[in-house]
């Protein structure tokens, strides 16, 4: 896993985007049967920052300049701590292809 993880910043540009994504992410998953890689997010605004603005787009450049070009990406919110029932009604996972 850390050397996926270690392959994916290198891959990963802008350096606000890089930055982002290294200080937030917890886990890398890849999944090479499935062509899938699932991105742990720690904290809800940084998933918030990563899906809601232009940083996702260069996240899945990055995932297929670094695992293949028919990798699929996943974003998806790790809480430490139970969420509220309004909370829970938000999408904790977003799937891209």
């Given amino acids: ?18 930055e982002l994504v290294q200080d937030h992410l917890t886990r890398l998953d890849l999944a090479a049967a499935e062509k899938r890689v699932t991105l742990h997010v720690d904290k809800r605004y940084a998933f918030n920052a990563i899906v809601g603005q232009d940083h996702i787009q260069q996240v899945v450049a990055s995932v297929k300049r670094a695992f293949g070009a028919e990798c699929s990406t996943t974003v998806k919110l790790d809480s430490a701590r139970s969420l509220p029932e309004r909370e829970k009604a938000v999408p904790h996972a977003i799937h891209y292809h």
């Fill in 1 to 18: 896993m850390e050397k996926n993880l270690k392959i994916f910043l290198a891959n990963l540009r802008p350096r606000d985007t890089r």
